[in-house]
T-cell receptor, first 112, second 117 residues
Framework: AQSVTQLGSHVSVSEGALVLLRCNYS??????LFWYVQYPNQGLQLLLK??????LVKGINGFEAEFKKSETSFHLTKPSAHMSDAAEYFC??????????FGKGNQVVVIP | DTEVTQTPKHLVMGMTNKKSLKCEQH?????MYWYKQKAKKPPELMFV???????INESVPSRFSPECPNSSLLNLHLHALQPEDSALYLC????????????????FGDGTRLSIL
């Protein structure tokens, strides 16, 4: 079965500093991986996806993620945090039935 | 603006009431999903419709009854809910049905926040 692991439920980052959210996956088939962001009182918005075309994936709002098969990782980064990046972030992997297995999420707090 | 529209945004109901949640998408997607999300937790899959047929039921209690009238609409009928059913209910859609197009992302609505009194 496919699964993802996100460590550290709360992540605090200073405004202007690097944002790094870690995601490790387990998959018996070539993985399709996604990062979603959820702002308060909203649904999930797709940040980016990995579908084997390129290992470095660029998404919306200045985020990017790098797929590393040797490390079974798909970490999300943004060079410079903005106050508007405060939100919940979920990593997910899709299974053979296109069901999403979500990680536990990271609550990002941006400190002015 | 989200491309998946859910109504109502908020719903308060008693344990004996019957209500319905609605979801609509016009992206031509052939798979539609219902999720339940508790505070500070990831979404939990409830049901999946693929080409308007129920393909996955994640052992959801019968007090939740899904319906897919056509390829653009998805309903969730609620009856005799319990206080622990209070949560954010999210609808999503994706281009592929179950078993295909795993690389197509799911698009989510903003959800219905349900409170059971």
């Amino acid at each position: 079965a496919q699964s993802v692991t996100q460590l550290g439920s709360h992540v605090s980052v200073s405004e202007g500093a690097l944002v790094l959210l870690r995601c490790n996956y387990s998959s018996s088939v070539p993985p399709y991986l996604f990062w979603y962001v959820q702002y308060p009182n909203q649904g999930l918005q797709l940040l980016l996806k990995y579908t084997s075309a390129a290992t470095l994936v660029k998404g919306i709002n200045g985020f990017e993620a790098e797929f590393k098969k040797s490390e079974t990782s798909f970490h999300l980064t943004k060079p410079s945090a903005h106050m508007s990046d405060a939100a919940e972030y979920f990593c997910a992997v899709s299974d053979q039935d296109n069901r999403l297995a979500f990680g536990k999420g990271n609550q990002v707090v941006v400190i002015p | 603006d989200t491309e998946v529209t859910q109504t109502p945004k908020h719903l308060v109901m008693g344990m004996t009431n019957k209500k319905s949640l609605k979801c609509e998408q016009h992206m031509g997607h052939r798979a539609m999903y219902w999720y339940k999300q508790k505070a500070k937790k990831p979404p939990e899959l409830m049901f999946v419709y693929s080409y308007e047929k129920l393909s996955i039921n994640e052992s959801v209690p019968s007090r939740f009854s899904p319906e897919c009238p056509n390829s653009s609409l998805l309903n969730l009928h609620l009856h005799a809910l319990q206080p622990e059913d209070s949560a954010l209910y999210l609808c999503a859609s994706s281009q592929g049905g179950t078993g295909g197009l795993r690389n197509q992302p799911q698009h989510f609505g903003d959800g219905t926040r349900l409170s059971i009194l």
